[in-house]
């Protein structure tokens, strides 16, 4: 590889889900695009339970075909447990019209097969590389990269941000701020499971609230051939009662349940358990007209509700149509056409999240309005990923009617 002085439409620093589609859509419509990708491929990372929001994104960059080809595990809704009280949703029970069913996914499988797609598409994608530094100046950008050849300098007319929880940019430009989240830790892992002997539906993900500890969760996402992922979402305060290993301290709090614990008995784990703190998190500014930040290089709420990778996609879709428009020198309104676009879905999810740890999300979840109800039908959607439907009046007027409806389902 020979990189010195190389020039792109657009570079695209990672490779995973926003990345990847970027690339894609991009290079399909005649784009030079470069993605530089710190990790070797495939590599182990969480985000696992798709919405069905995230077909429509799949489908519209002609990829979708590709991953219904891949026999990951088809996803129809969630579950919801705390040892007491058991809920469940349909995603075909929503408001918004569009796609009902989704995949869980092995991200190493499903990162791999979307940078393939962008590779035939045409974009080229250097892996074990590093991005170091980057420069803006009035002809364009300068990146300074590493790879196994050494270092090099690419110039573009555009760069993205789609490092994920390497936020690259946000580092590099100061444009990190503090997120209204508190501080959560997370430790996770992939099993063998039993589930197939028992009474489990394999096409929905099960959701477990602890018993005692309403704001500590856990996830367990099926995946095909008898494999999971489990995991736990509780504070660093709460996490720091635990002692031993970081499986230790996952297997220790998942004992504290009771269905979650049934369920897992003779689990035994595939990986070493990883741990993530401080995940949440924020910028002070999305775009401009030299660059964009795409999925959680820009802000991370919370994975509770599986919107990490909707966001990402949606945010790459967004980005297709100014930067088309830019580079064929047009005057873009960044803010107007991109960021704004944006928020109101990744606002919308901020309300659910925020709610679910409040507690009025898990008052509506598990006493829940009638399935002809309308007002359930609207909440499905959002949990389907469909934040950005305005018809729905949970998307602009979120936390306030979830305190509405919590105060009448308790």
């Known amino acids: 590889m020979t990189a010195n002085q190389k020039e792109y439409d657009v570079v695209i620093i990672g490779a995973g889900p926003a990345g990847s589609l970027a690339a894609t859509m991009l290079a399909q419509r005649g784009v030079n695009v470069l993605v530089i990708e710190k990790s070797g491929f495939p590599r182990f990372v969480i985000g696992e339970s798709l919405l069905p929001q995230s077909m429509v994104y799949l489908e519209k960059a002609g990829i979708l075909g590709a991953v219904e080809n891949a026999n990951f595990q088809r996803k129809n809704g969630a579950n919801f ?173 998942i004992a504290e349940t009771s269905q979650l614990s049934e369920l897992l008995t003779g689990a035994k784990e595939r990986r070493l358990v990883s741990e993530l703190s401080g995940y949440s998190s924020n910028v002070s500014k999305m775009c401009s007209p030299q660059f964009a930040l795409l999925g959680n290089a820009g802000e991370f709420l919370d994975p509770v509700f599986s919107s990490g990778v ?16 830019q580079l064929s020198g047009e005057k873009v309104d960044w803010e107007e056409d991109f960021a704004a676009p944006l928020k109101v879905g990744v606002d919308c999810f901020r309300a659910f999240v925020e709610a679910w740890y409040e507690g009025e999300l898990q008052t509506i979840l598990f006493n829940p309005p009638s399935y002809d109800n309308p007002i359930k039908k609207m909440i499905v959607s959002i949990l389907a990923g469909y934040a950005w439907d305005e018809k729905n009046p949970f998307v602009k007027q979120g936390k306030r009617y979830i305190d509405l409806l919590a105060a009448q389902c308790a």
């Open 81 to 253: 447990s705390d040892d007491s009280r058991y809920s469940s949703i349909n995603f075909g029970d929503k408001f918004t019209e569009g796609w009902s069913t989704t995949y869980q996914v092995q991200r190493e499988k499903f990162d791999s097969l979307l940078a393939k797609e962008a590779e035939k598409a045409g974009a080229e994608i250097w892996f074990e590389n590093t991005v170091l530094d980057v420069q803006f100046d009035n002809t364009g950008v300068a990146i300074t990269g590493r790879g196994q050849e050494g270092e090099y300098l690419l110039r573009c007319r555009f760069v993205v941000d789609a490092s994920g929880y390497g936020r690259v940019l946000p580092r590099l430009l100061n444009l990190s701020v503090p997120s209204t989240f508190p501080v959560r830790h997370a430790l996770f892992t992939h099993i063998d499971d039993t589930l197939d002997q028992q009474d489990f539906d394999r096409e929905k993900i099960l959701i477990t609230v602890h018993p005692q500890y309403s704001d500590i969760w856990f996830w367990l996402i099926p995946f095909s051939k008898g494999v999971s992922s489990v995991g736990v979402v509780c504070s660093t305060e709460h996490m720091g009662r635990y002692e031993g290993s970081s499986s230790d301290k996952l297997w220790a709090l």
């Open 310 to 325: 909707t966001i990402a996609l949606k945010s790459a879709d967004l980005l297709v149509d100014p930067l088309m428009r």
